[in-house]
């Protein structure tokens, strides 16, 4: 994610190195999809509740955003000696990688939300960190308004608008308060799943 994060604020590196960082970060998600081959192959298996169908969705669209970032990226290099693609892959890449931060947040925030449900209030480091990420959160549903995120993604801008005046740190902070407000808003919605399900078993087995 961090090598994401830095693609993000490309304004401060040289094309020469955005060029390299991309094709590092391609590999890198590669090797996380080999990682994971097990998962892959445990999709034909079992049922599939409504947090596994989000959990999938969430790896999806990761894919396709990376898959298209990567295509246009390529595009845009001049490598593919086809002509009049530099201005579609331009608005691609544009597009994918602003969506690139809300569907790797929310794959990350589903794959945390996969662990066993445990009463929060019986931890003290747990309460904290939940109530950090929930603050996170709200800051990065405010970034998302103010970095005008959807415009990036419907083409209302059609080009990078950053302001490169703002100090490196920050503007990776800010970017990764979105990817937080995302990965917070999978993790919510699959553990209310989760508990719904576990309620509905309970409910059936007391029936019994």
């Not at 396709?64 to 530099?86: D, I, W």
């Not at 920050?170 to 553990?191: E, K, N, P, T």
């Amino acid at each position: 994610m961090v090598l994401f994060l830095l693609q993000m604020d490309y304004l401060y590196l040289p094309l020469a190195a955005h060029e390299a960082l991309g094709i590092v970060l391609f590999f890198a998600a590669l090797a996380h999809a080999v990682r994971s081959r097990a998962w892959f192959r445990s999709l034909a298996r079992g049922r599939w509740p409504a947090a596994r169908v989000l959990q999938a969705l969430g790896v999806v669209a990761a894919f396709v955003c990376m898959t298209v970032l990567m295509a246009s990226g390529v595009a845009m290099s001049g490598v593919l000696p086809f002509s009049g693609l530099s201005a579609w892959a331009h608005e691609a890449h544009l597009a994918a990688s602003h969506a690139a931060l809300l569907t790797f947040g929310f794959h990350i925030g589903t794959c945390i939300a996969k662990g066993p449900v445990r009463n929060w209030r019986e931890n003290a480091l747990r309460v904290l960190a939940l109530g950090f990420w929930v603050l996170w959160a709200f800051y990065g549903a405010y970034t998302f308004a103010r970095l005008n995120v959807m415009d990036y993604l419907t083409g209302a801008i059609p080009f990078f608008a950053a302001d490169d005046t703002v100090p490196l740190v920050l503007a990776l902070i800010d970017y990764a308060s979105v990817m937080a407000a995302a990965a917070f808003v999978g993790f919510l919605i699959v553990r209310i799943f989760r508990l719904i399900r576990r309620q509905r078993s309970t409910d059936v087995t007391r029936a019994k």
